[in-house]
Nanobody, 126 residues
Framework: QVQLVESGGGLVQPGGSLRLSCAAS????????MGWFRQAPGKEREYVAA????????FHANSVKGRFTISRDRSKSTLYLQMSSLRPEDTGVYYC???????????????????WGQGTQVTVSS
């Protein structure tokens, strides 16, 4: 019973910050890649960032580099996405995902991930 539960979404002004959390449970996530994806209104789901649960690598989409930071707290079984300098185009539903044995070259692929959360809404607007 793997569960990924996102939280922390909400309404924020452009230029503001928000931290999303993803509580992971149901198994150990050693050897898993953990990712964040988002889906903007009228658009397909897109990759945002990823990190190995065990450490040793983080990856960020070009659109969020320098603004978003993915991290995890293994002791709390929680994945985070710290977002700053938010823009209206960052608006969307944010999902966390977990994929077993994902290599660096596949981190942006939806089909690399085995488990998905329900998502949390982020709205960036004045």
């Amino acid at each position: 019973q793997v569960q990924l539960v996102e939280s922390g979404g909400g309404l924020v002004q452009p230029g503001g910050s928000l931290r999303l959390s993803c509580a992971a449970s149901g198994r150990t996530f050693e050897n898993y890649m953990m990712g964040w994806f988002r889906q903007a209104p009228g658009k397909e789901r897109e990759y945002v960032a990823a990190t190995r649960w065990s450490g040793g690598g983080t990856f960020h989409a070009n659109s969020v580099k320098g603004r978003f930071t993915i991290s995890r707290d293994r002791s709390k079984s929680t994945l985070y996405l710290q977002m700053s300098s938010l823009r209206p185009e960052d608006t969307g539903v944010y999902y966390c995902a977990a994929g077993f044995g994902v290599i660096a070259g596949r981190v942006s692929r939806e089909d690399a991930y085995d488990f998905w959360g329900q998502g949390t809404q982020v709205t960036v607007s004045s």
